[in-house]
């Protein structure tokens, strides 16, 4: 069975740390470019940061300098650290695959994980 599965996340304080993981399974990863999306309650999904299959990434500008990527594909997993965070982070966390070797997207993806909720909260 194809799947990506989330965890890592909690609750946790303003300005405080997580670290989310995204774990493929039954496809290996090294051909996929991974994207991070978030849906907070009452509001659509947003992508906020994407990983290619090379490693390159991106984010979005609520995001920029607070979070950070990472791949290690011979462990078939994505992390995406979160540092500072603010109640305005609070959401569903998402991950998901898209084949392709033009960089990262947040459309189109094939695979898509059932999410983690973060709190951030005092």
């Known amino acids: 069975q194809l799947q990506l599965v989330e965890s890592g996340g909690g609750l946790v304080q303003p300005g405080g740390s997580l670290r989310l993981s995204c774990v493929a399974s039954g496809f290996t990863l090294d051909y996929y470019a991974i994207g991070w999306f978030r849906q907070a309650p009452g509001k659509e999904r947003e992508g906020v940061s994407c990983?290619?299959?090379?490693?390159?990434?991106n984010y979005a500008d609520s995001v920029k300098g607070r979070f950070t990527s990472s791949r290690d594909n011979a462990k078939n997993t994505v992390w995406l650290q979160m540092n500072t965070l603010e109640p305005e982070d609070t959401a569903v966390y998402y991950c998901?695959?898209?084949?392709?070797?033009?960089?990262?997207?947040?459309?189109?993806?094939?695979?898509w994980g059932k999410g983690t909720l973060v709190t951030v909260s005092s």
């Open positions: 990983i290619s299959s090379g490693g390159m990434t």
């Open positions: 998901a695959a898209v084949k392709t070797s033009a960089g990262c997207r947040y459309r189109g993806m094939d695979y």
